[in-house]
């Protein structure tokens, strides 16, 4: 797996330490709210930044799951969000939190976040690692955002190539001939473009 990458972007001890930071962010946004949180993850990139932040806030709170498919197969062009899964907590009256691993075009947010809006929390923020502030559209902001990242494709810490990599605990772009290009040509075109 070593051998598949180009180089890191972000060292896990930075991304530790900001973790941290936004947990703190975070627990002060909600300082005054003693019934907690309910957080909403969205499956499958969030799941390793979501259970060290989850550590570092010490409040009450719930967490939801929702599921998005946004990259069928080997390809890093995305063909627009599908809500596949839900498994989550009361949302009505609640303040929620909807944690990812990173806004991109933003498509799975502005999902998620007009279907959670109809379940009428009392609040709804929005919590990323990763930002590509090049590509982030204007209706959807991040309360909370870990890094800004240039435009490139990166993998690890919970965030994937073709499902694989997310258990590399730094965030990485890979070697750019491992991308879409043997495979699927025409979608790793499209990505670069
Ligand atoms: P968006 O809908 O374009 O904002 O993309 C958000 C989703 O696409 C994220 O939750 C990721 O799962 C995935 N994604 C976007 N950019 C990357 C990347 O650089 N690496 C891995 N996954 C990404
Ligand atoms: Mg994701």
């Not at 870990?146 to 993998?155: K, L, R, S």
Request: hydrophobic share 45%; proline share 7%; net charge positive.
């Amino acid at each position: 797996m070593q051998g598949d990458i180009q180089r890191v972007l972000i060292t896990r001890r930075q991304i530790a330490r900001r973790v941290r930071q936004l947990a703190d962010q975070i627990a002060q946004q909600y300082r005054h709210r003693p019934e907690g949180l309910v957080i909403v993850s969205i499956l499958s990139g969030a799941i390793i930044f979501l259970a060290d932040l989850i550590r570092h806030l010490p409040m009450r709170m719930k967490i939801g799951l929702v599921a998005v498919s946004n990259y069928p197969g080997p390809t890093t062009a995305p063909r627009g969000p599908r809500l596949v899964r839900q498994l989550q907590p009361e949302i009505r009256g609640r303040d929620v939190l909807v944690v990812d691993d990173i806004l991109d075009t933003g498509g799975t947010l502005r999902l998620v976040l007009a279907e959670l809006q109809k379940l009428q929390p009392a609040s709804l923020r929005v919590c990323v690692l990763l930002r590509k502030p090049s590509k982030a559209p204007a209706d959807i902001t991040a309360d909370f955002v870990g890094f800004d990242i240039e435009d490139v494709f990166v993998v690890g810490y919970g965030l994937d190539y073709d499902d694989h990599y997310r258990n590399w605990p730094d965030i990485a772009v890979l070697r750019p001939e491992l991308y879409a290009a043997a495979r699927n040509p025409r979608a790793a075109a499209t990505d670069r473009a």
